[in-house]
């Protein structure tokens, strides 16, 4: 059985999801991809450990405290794959970002390949289950945009800012599919 529960936050209602103890989903309510990864609906139950758990390390992310993700279960559900781009994205520091390019070149040494499609790696990253805490909000253009949020650009910069990373050094495309 899975069950869910809400957390209002500065960017706006989440929608957090556990299975057994673990938390596999966090999403901002009305996100791309919103509810994506589950099989079925699940059940209000806000007294679950893991959600007493979720929602202090949210708290104090919102505060502008670094909490560590090693101290959360989390099991997003997802093809291997998608779960070595969503460990890689655990690995940028809170406060820093990283290219999908970055992304791509760390992806393709796990794998023992030469290359990897930053496409490939911003399909993964764009149906990444648990928002803000596995960071993909992190993630930036090599040129320097803005793109590729599931939750939307002004989410997106609201993460950045929040965490002190200076967001006029970066730019929102005016067009394109990852908006």
Not at 34 to 49: M, R, S
Not at 58 to 82: C, E, H, M, V
Not at 139 to 166: F, H, M, P, Q, R
Request: aromatic share 10%; with cysteine.
């Amino acid at each position: 059985m899975i069950y869910k529960t809400n957390y209002p936050s500065a960017v706006g209602n989440l929608l957090l999801v556990a299975e057994d103890e673990s938390l596999v989903g966090l999403w901002i309510v009305g996100q791309k991809y919103f509810l994506g990864t589950l099989k079925e609906e699940p059940v209000e139950n806000e007294n679950l450990p893991v959600f007493h758990q979720t929602k202090q390390w949210l708290d104090d992310y919102f505060a502008g405290k670094r909490p560590d993700i090693a101290f959360l279960s989390l099991k997003p559900k997802g093809s291997d794959f998608r779960q070595i781009i969503w460990d890689i994205l655990c690995q940028i520091p809170y406060g820093q970002v990283a290219t999908y390019g970055d992304i791509a070149k760390e992806a393709a040494k796990r794998l023992n390949k030469k290359t990897m499609s930053a496409q490939a790696v911003g399909n993964a990253i764009g149906h990444n289950p648990i928002s803000i805490i596995i960071p993909c909000h992190r993630v930036v253009g090599t040129n320097g945009s803005l793109t590729g949020y599931a939750g939307g650009i002004d989410k997106k910069i609201k993460l950045l800012e929040l965490e002190g990373i200076d967001t006029k050094a970066y730019f929102v495309p005016k067009t394109g599919t990852a908006l």
